[in-house]
């Protein structure tokens, strides 16, 4: 019973666990345990109860966030024929969504979405989807490249999806023909040797020269175009570039540099400049379409055998105007002139080379330097050759919004709990009080 200089322990009880709003009154849990312990034994085994269920929903939460049942079973099968690339995917399961192009799955031509078949797949005439065409001279021929993404789900791209670049070569072969004659004179033994071509690249360096490459920049951010070529002779061969664009990777193709290989728009690429004979080079700024983030440069490098003694010829280019780059009509592309062999009229040998770069468009501030160098670190670790979804580990929103509902629930679940111990504990000792 209370007595007069001890109140009741009930409502000051109450506020002082939740508020601490009055630290003179002061109880022992161990009186309760003792008084109420049949009534504690049972909330006990209820709340065992409780978080026992409580945990087989968390578990079938977890469960039922798992990804697609689907995958890519083995390596794509790719057949490259006179006019067109297929390319076909077998499948775990059957297939439901969709095998486009990169970049280009609003476009219906550049999507296939059959299915009901364990088999996915896609064919691609050359001149559509933005195939991207390059000759080469060491081999000598024609690559041709395309990136593809399987995709599972009907909407969006999820982990269990891959992306692959498909590239094609078709050679172009050198035939002999012979005719037998009898000489009846000193047959003279003749020996050649055959150097081989140049090989070419085309590189966007960060800073300059020296700089590292660069798939990811943001608007404004210096950068250095640089064409090489490898040679296993010296002071044998020169290179030229021109006729270079650039394109959004959907058909918006701009020229840069024409076929001279003088510039267009002193703004994107100003004239080149040759430090050695099979090198070229220019600073520039990142600059990116109004709606697209991806640039698609391509470029013509011309071999000439170097004459002896005698300095590599270079293009002679006044200074180009603001502005002035072309923008070219979307032509349909001919393959075939592309493979067939060059007359006589363009001894030269002329080779394609490509570069590819990503802008992010940063409209407060630039882009932390963690930020840019983990993003470059992303490029490098998932490089499409390819196989670039699943080589790291990505978190999607939804994923991120389930785990902050079961985190929020949990807490929730805790505190109610807490609150229903307390007032369990009480309601008991306030009747046997009353009683008393």
């Not at 172009?172 to 009846?184: F, G, L, N, P, R």
């Not at 270079?244 to 002193?266: H, Y």
């Not at 490089?383 to 985190?407: H, K, L, N, P, R």
Request: hydrophobic share 35%; net charge negative; aromatic share 10%.
């Amino acid at each position: 019973m209370p007595t007069d200089d001890q109140p009741p322990i009930t409502a000051p009880y109450k506020r002082a666990f939740f508020k601490k709003e009055t630290p003179q009154y002061s109880f022992s849990f161990s009186i309760f345990f003792s008084i109420n312990s049949k009534h504690f034994i049972h909330i006990i085994s209820r709340m065992q109860r409780f978080t026992l269920g409580l945990g087989l929903c968390l578990l079938a939460a977890s469960v039922s966030a798992i990804p697609v049942d689907n995958n890519v079973e083995g390596e794509p099968e790719i057949e490259c024929g006179p006019t067109s690339i297929t390319v076909n995917f077998n499948t775990r399961n059957a297939f439901e969504g969709h095998v486009y192009v990169k970049g280009l799955f609003d476009q219906q031509e550049c999507r296939n979405d059959e299915g009901g078949r364990q088999v996915a797949g896609i064919e691609l005439p050359f001149d559509t989807c933005n195939v991207a065409r390059t000759r080469s001279l060491n081999p000598k021929g024609v690559f041709v490249t395309t990136t593809v993404v399987v995709s599972f789900h009907p909407q969006f791209v999820t982990k269990v999806d891959r992306a692959y670049r498909i590239q094609c070569f078709y050679m172009e072969a050198d035939k002999t023909v012979s005719t037998q004659i009898e000489v009846s004179d000193l047959t003279t033994a003749f020996q050649t040797q055959v150097v081989p071509m140049p090989i070419c690249k085309y590189e966007i360096l960060n800073g300059g020269p020296t700089g590292e490459p660069v798939q990811f920049a943001t608007i404004g951010q210096q950068v250095y175009h640089k064409w090489t070529c490898d040679s296993e002779t010296v002071d044998t061969f020169c290179a030229v570039v021109h006729s270079c664009t650039v394109d959004d990777g959907n058909g918006d193709t701009v020229q840069i540099l024409d076929e001279n290989g003088c510039a267009l728009d002193k703004f994107l690429l100003n004239n080149l400049e040759y430090p050695t004979d099979l090198m070229a080079g220019q600073e520039a700024h990142v600059y990116k379409y109004a709606d697209r983030s991806q640039l698609f440069y391509q470029c013509q490098i011309s071999i000439t055998v170097k004459e002896p003694n005698e300095e590599c010829a270079r293009p002679t280019c006044s200074e180009p105007q603001g502005f002035g780059a072309v923008k070219q009509a979307n032509q349909t592309a001919q393959f075939f002139r592309v493979l067939k062999k060059r007359s006589a009229e363009a001894m030269e040998n002329v080779l394609d080379v490509r570069a590819e770069l990503t802008t992010l468009e940063v409209l407060e501030g630039d882009l932390p330097a963690s930020l840019r160098s983990s993003a470059q670190a992303l490029v490098a670790s998932s490089e499409i050759g390819y196989d670039s979804f699943g080589q790291g580990f990505c978190i999607s929103y939804f994923s991120v919004s389930i785990a902050t509902v079961i985190a929020a629930s949990t807490i929730f679940v805790a505190i109610f709990m807490t609150y229903m111990i307390v007032v369990r504990l009480m309601i008991p000792s306030t009747k046997e009080q009353s009683v008393c």
